[in-house]
């Protein structure tokens, strides 16, 4: 029996904005931040307000292909800071229920992809990306494999982002999956965000 979870981080994946990206590029450089003459650190804590279960359907076993979900987003502002830092933390309970009984080789497997994704002044861009990916093979002489899981799934990401406005939401779609389902859904989605920068006395 061979079995693993990995988590990989990738920011290239899914990139999709409302405008284009060399539009954004010169908007972002023309940006000038503001000056603190007087600087003193601001640290304050943002927590997320639309929590969202995600219940996956299922037809006579087989995950429907081309499911997402936003599971929390959350508000910063920054406006009013000097050279802002934005400690991202997302956790939640992924919970499926799985099983394999044809052939002589058995195999569950539930992948999933997890995008954090900035919105700031209208556009929108995929800043990083986490996999969930779990698997059972089994080639022992067997009638059939069952597998329960529910595990906590935590992720964190910093953020340089310009003294404005934004929004913060965590988003999961469904990738691949192997085996019949009686079960998958990501649940108790907690999303919060820890604010530092500097602004006048």
Known sequence: MSYGVCCISNPDWDFHSSKHEHDYDHDHKS?????????ELKLFLECGTHPQDAFFEIDDGEVEENQTFVLNRV?????HLCRPLVKIEFSCIIFWEAEDEEGDEHEVEVDLLFKLIRTCDGYSEVIQTWRYLKEFDVENDIDELEVE????????????????????KIVVEGRDFEGEFDALRVVTPDLSALVQGFSEK
């Open 75 to 79: 508000l910063v502002d920054a406006s």
């Open 149 to 168: 899981i529910s595990e906590p799934f935590t992720v964190t990401f910093c953020d340089r982002p310009c003294s404005k406005c934004c929004e913060y």
């Open 31 to 39: 940006h000038k931040e503001p000056e603190c003459k007087k600087p």
